[in-house]
């Protein structure tokens, strides 16, 4: 196995440059983030008063906030690395910052929400087969079973696994592309979408947007694969702002959708494609042909 020994966990120059990465992007996911969980709430508000189900709503909300409460604690324990005292020092004596372990495990928890996320956007869109949530469940295990092993392997030996983290990269790039691919795919042949939207025009803005989110989430991670072999001790910089590019990638879909285009015949055509295909299709009222 392809092993390389950290030249450490980021000093405290690599977490003040987290910070200057990772800060804007947060702020970002922040307000993408409070403009998604309100219009989930609104749609739950509007199906209620319709009388249909909002479980598919409320699924989607809460692994939002989920989501939220992972990478707001991996940004909050940046700045409480930066504030801990010859952090650089204690890593050069073998010594394990607990901060850091912690920032780093719950961190990559917020790859695996998003791809739940992710997921559950395909159930819905395929007819909640439920060969859609196995396979969710059987990737997610996987990257869990990864992520343990190179944690354990790191604390017993302090050295990290060059191929754990080509693994854990190469499956959540993997889940994304795939995902993604099969969501556009479902939406191009449920052909009773396009005619109750009135056309092609707003589905074809809609795979536009998730070839974007997906895009941004991609490239950033293919770009830290790349640095993290090149340039080892910078790759952190990316690494520990993925986190917010993860949230950022799959709320930037719902707000898009959602309220970019609020106005006359594409703001009704645009949140109906959003009640049926990105929520629950039975809160739409679409029905069969």
């Known amino acids: 196995m392809n092993h390389t020994r950290p030249t450490n966990f980021p000093t405290d120059s690599d977490v003040i440059g987290i910070l200057f990465i990772s800060s ?4 970002a996911y922040f307000v993408l983030f409070i403009i998604s969980s309100f219009t989930l709430h609104h749609q739950i508000t509007l199906t209620k008063r319709n009388s249909s189900g909002t479980l598919g709503t409320t699924v989607h909300l809460a692994l939002g906030y989920l989501l ?31 901060i850091l372990f912690i920032q780093n495990a719950i961190g ?14 395909l159930y819905i869109i395929w007819e909640r087969r439920k ?19 190179e944690w354990v392997f ?10 754990g983290i080509k693994a854990l990269v190469m499956i959540s790039l993997s889940v994304n592309i795939l995902a993604t691919s099969a969501i556009i795919w479902g939406l191009w042949r449920r052909t009773r979408l396009s005619r ?13 947007i998730l070839i974007e989110s997906a895009a ?31 949230g950022l990638s799959t709320t930037l879909v719902n707000v898009r ?17 959003h009640e049926s295909a990105f929520v629950d299709p039975d809160a739409a009222g679409v029905e069969e042909p």
């Open 24 to 27: 804007p992007l947060y702020g």
């Open 68 to 98: 939220f409460f992972i990478i707001t604690s991996s940004w909050v324990l940046s700045w409480v690395a930066l504030r801990r005292p010859k952090v650089t020092k204690l890593d050069k004596q073998g010594q394990w910052s607990s």
């Open 108 to 121: 990559a928890g917020s790859a695996m929400v998003a791809e739940w996320i992710l997921a559950f956007r």
């Open 131 to 149: 060969v859609v949530l196995w396979v969710a469940v059987v990737v997610s295990l996987g990257y869990l079973a990864v992520a343990i092993h």
């Open 154 to 163: 790191f604390l017993r030996i302090r050295i990290v696994s060059r191929d």
């Open 196 to 208: 109750a939207l009135g056309g092609w025009k707003i589905l074809l803005k809609m795979v536009a």
């Open 216 to 246: 941004l989430y991609t490239t950033w991670m293919v770009v830290y694969l790349v640095l993290y072999f090149i340039r080892p001790n910078q790759s952190h910089l990316l690494l520990y702002s993925s986190f917010c590019v993860a």
């Open 257 to 273: 959708v959602g309220l970019g285009w609020s106005a006359g015949e594409e703001g009704r055509l645009t949140r109906s494609l």
